[in-house]
């Protein structure tokens, strides 16, 4: 294999050492720490400066002097006159798509009563204001833009806010803001990088504050999203892109699986891709599909580095040891090739997200499936999930007592009242317990 298409780790699952190990499993960047002081201090001058500090870092980073940070609405009904009518009617089908499998997904409110008089229920209400990130440098990301917006506007969210850095011109990429359109956000800002995410987070002049912040993007924007948690919703930690495909002999094309780790390894050199298999034949071939695509590939440093970094081609003893290792890589991306992907599914537990059979190729999941594109990454989906509908709701819950429910439950707290060393809890429940409470209710 040539020095371009290597990846870092090539052998058998049983001998990999414990530093091959922690590349495969503790896949956070190598610079968090430097990463965070630069990120805190770009979130404090948002915070303090507010659109200035936008427009400095609008020269700095992204090399543009910009003469409004928000895109009027004209502008992106030009963007949609602009692009091939084959782009708008992908990014319409894909909307609708997304729409359909969000709306299928939204809760139902509760009402119960829990014991004769008491009566408990749970309202599910969209938030006010919704913030979307989609990433823009190496490549624009439409599809981004709506798997934020169709999901919040599904929800009912009113002002859906999104930012995306600007190009040569100043503005984001045509199709972004053709996305914008199609999905229905409310507004769209030429900002990007963890100055935008800010922006969302605290509001300034021109950015409304959201109640949530969502999206892709790089380890900067990782790092903002993950310091501003503490003031708003963000959806996970979504940083740059990975995938797990994990085959069996016979279920898949060689080179359709070493097209799926080029996929994601185009994203960004931080990408992390592996391939797993039980089988020495099918694992020779895909070593050779890969080497073939990388050559191929017009983005073959940024693939390269990808690969060098944290690609892996892995041989597992059996299928128990391939999947053992699946569960445990806790990947974004989960391709499964295998004789009954359903039922290796079924006992699957970490996933971001898992496509069955060799016709699933994550791309389908990126653009159009209608399945969100926004998961959580680095192992983290041991703990987080992908964003959905649900994740642009609050909840809050309601609680009635008729005089009958009072009076049977007002002992019982009160006594607990009382255990707690809390006798002003005890005395609100037994005066509504007793009859002068019942008659004054």
């Not at 922006?199 to 912040?213: E, H, K, N, Q, Y």
Request: net charge negative; proline share 6%.
């Amino acid at each position: 294999m040539s020095a371009e298409s290597r990846p870092a780790i090539d052998g058998r699952i049983a001998e990999l050492d414990d530093g091959q190990r922690r590349l495969l499993f503790d896949r956070r960047v190598g610079d968090a720490g430097e990463v965070a002081d630069a990120t805190r201090a770009l979130l404090a001058l948002v915070r303090s400066e507010g659109d200035d500090a936008l427009f400095d870092f609008a020269r700095r980073f992204d090399g543009v002097e910009l003469d409004a940070l928000e895109v009027p609405r004209e502008k992106w009904g030009e963007a949609l006159e602009s692009l091939d009518s084959e782009v708008i009617d992908a990014l319409t089908r894909a909307a609708r798509n997304i729409e359909t499998f969000h709306r299928a997904q939204l809760p139902s409110d509760v009402e119960v009563e829990v014991e004769p008089g008491v009566t408990l229920g749970r309202v599910f209400v969209p938030l006010e204001a919704v913030g979307v990130y989609a990433p823009g440098g190496r490549a624009a990301y439409p599809s981004s833009v709506l798997m934020g917006v169709v999901p919040a506007r599904a929800a009912g969210v009113k002002e859906i806010v999104v930012c995306s850095p600007p190009g040569p011109d100043g503005m984001p990429s045509p199709v972004v803001l053709a996305a914008a359109a199609i999905g229905g956000a409310t507004r769209l800002f030429a900002v990007g990088g963890a100055g935008a995410i800010g922006a969302l987070a605290f509001g300034t002049g021109s950015i409304p504050r959201c109640a949530a912040v969502v999206g892709p993007g790089n380890r900067w924007v990782l790092e903002a999203k993950q310091q501003v948690a503490g003031e708003v919703i963000i959806d996970s930690p979504a940083g740059p892109s990975e995938v797990l495909v994990v085959a069996e002999e016979g279920c898949a094309q060689p080179a359709w699986l070493a097209a799926e780790l080029i996929a994601q390894a185009e994203h960004d050199p931080d990408a992390a891709v592996a391939f797993v298999t039980t089988s020495p034949s099918l694992l020779e071939a895909v070593r050779r599909e890969l080497r073939i695509g990388v050559a191929a590939t017009p983005r073959r440093e940024v693939v390269a580095e990808a690969l060098s970094t944290r690609g892996a081609l892995l041989l597992a003893a059996d299928h128990d040891e391939m999947m053992t290792f699946a569960e445990a890589y806790a990947g974004e991306h989960v391709v499964l090739c295998t004789r009954d992907p359903r039922a290796d599914r079924a006992g699957m537990r970490t996933p971001g997200t898992v496509f069955l059979g060799g016709a699933s190729s994550v791309a389908f999941g990126d653009y159009m499936t209608g399945a969100n594109h926004v998961l959580p990454t680095a192992g983290t989906a041991r703990s987080f999930s992908g964003l959905s509908a649900l994740d642009f709701l609050r909840s809050y819950t309601w609680q009635e007592l008729t005089a009958e429910g009072a009076a049977g439950m007002a002992g019982p707290v009160a006594t607990l009242a009382e255990a707690e060393g809390l006798p002003g809890h005890a005395t609100a429940a037994r005066l509504r317990g007793s009859k002068a409470g019942e008659e004054t209710s």
